[in-house]
């Protein structure tokens, strides 16, 4: 199960204080307290795994270490390690308290989430002509403390839309080497997959249906990943009684959610064609042609059908890697 929005807390390390301390060695008299260590950061790396989030399912607070305390003869205290948190790239990392949002767009790429407390300097660094025995120190300053909610939005060349029992996934795992769940009734995928076609990153979006855009379903979880996807293959099944009340169910559903979806590139995939008569498969192409003259059509059972959808897809890598 995919993990792709979940709340936590993030507490880094208080920086350590410094000691007040003095020489211990025989003629080496005055201050000698060392200063401390800062405490440790939190930070958010860029990682492939989408299910990377999931380590948040019952760990609901981060708390990093806090900075060691200076010691004497001049012995300053450690920094403490920084945690370094997996987050799966398209995750955008809302600050609940500061109102800041930072999104994690390349694997690799670091976000400051908490930044640790500076540690105190010991008494050594406040000696002077006038106080040879100075008797303070700093404590150290206290770590960020933050509530943190991690937003994932997937980043796909091409989003396989919906209504369920479309063929979406079917489709999925006949061009990509991925093995999603499928079965002859709705609601089969629940979460988001992803498949690699050569350098195409392609999406199954769990199917949609009315009403969506205001919570039915699971709609509101996954609308949004639709939006970081560039180029959309809309599925509407042979089986469909109605293929423009279909086509415009979905439609209707991206444009109460974001009006700019449907701008969109789109591409229709008019799937499981080998179930109807070939009158029947060439009236309803007509019809969606009348919506979007981009149609194809797909059976599973026909090789030469497939090859048809990956012409658009090296079409589609070609554009991508001018």
Same mark, same amino acid.
């Given at each position: 199960? =995919?993990?792709? &929005?979940? +709340? ?14 003095f020489n211990?060695?025989l003629?080496?008299l ?6 401390r ?5 939190i ?5 492939? &795994?989408?299910?990377?989030?999931? @380590?948040?399912?019952?760990k ?5 270490? %806090?900075?060691a305390?200076?010691?004497? @003869?001049?012995? $300053?205290?450690? $920094?403490?390690?920084d945690?370094?948190?997996? =987050?799966?790239?398209? /995750? ?5 308290? /500061? %109102? ?9 790429? /670091?976000?400051?989430?908490? *930044? ?12 002077s002509?006038?106080?040879? /025995?100075p *008797? @303070? ?11 943190? #909610? ?70 509101? *979880?996954?609308?949004? %990943?639709?939006?970081?996807t560039k =180029?959309?293959? %809309?599925?509407?099944s ?6 423009? #009340? ?10 109460a ?7 969109k590139r789109?591409?229709? =995939?008019?799937t499981?064609? &080998?179930?109807?008569?070939?009158k ?9 042609k +009348? ?17 048809e959808?990956?012409?658009?897809l #090296?079409?589609? @890598? ?5």
């Open positions: 199960m =995919i993990i792709d &929005d979940v +709340t936590i807390i993030v507490k880094a390390g208080n920086g350590g204080k410094g000691a007040v301390a211990k060695n003629m080496s005055g201050p000698a307290g060392g200063s260590g800062r405490g440790g950061s930070f958010a790396i860029g990682v492939s &795994d989408l299910s990377a989030l999931k @380590q948040f399912r019952f609901k607070e981060i708390q990093a270490k %806090h900075g305390p200076g010691k004497g @003869q001049f012995s $300053d205290g450690p $920094d403490s390690p945690i370094i948190l997996k =987050i799966p790239v398209g /995750t955008i990392i809302h600050n609940l308290d /500061t %109102h800041e949002d930072k999104e994690m767009l390349n694997i690799g790429e /670091t976000v400051l989430i908490a *930044k640790g407390g500076i540690g105190g300097k010991g008494n050594f660094h406040f000696r002509s006038r106080n040879t /025995t *008797k @303070q120190a700093q404590g150290g300053l206290p770590g960020e403390e933050h509530t943190v #909610r991690f937003e994932l939005k997937l980043i796909a060349d091409v989003g396989l839309i919906g209504l369920p029992n479309a063929g979406k996934s079917s489709l999925l795992n006949a061009l990509t080497n991925a093995k999603v769940k499928t079965a002859n009734y709705a609601f089969t995928t629940l979460e988001p997959n992803l498949g690699a076609h050569y350098d195409l990153i392609l999406a199954d979006i769990p199917g949609l249906i009315e009403g969506a855009s205001w919570g039915k379903g699971l709609g509101l *979880k996954f609308l949004r %990943h639709i939006e970081r =180029i959309l293959f %809309h599925l509407i042979s089986e469909s009684n109605d293929v423009k #009340r279909d086509y415009a169910i979905i439609r209707n559903e991206l444009k959610w974001n009006k700019n979806l449907l701008e789109e591409f229709i =995939i008019f499981k064609t &080998d179930l109807v008569t070939p029947e498969k060439g009236e309803k192409i007509a019809r969606l +009348t919506l979007n003259p981009n149609v194809v059509s797909v059976s599973l059972e026909d090789a030469d059908s497939l090859e959808v990956r012409k658009i #090296r079409a589609i @890598q070609k554009e991508k890697s001018w």
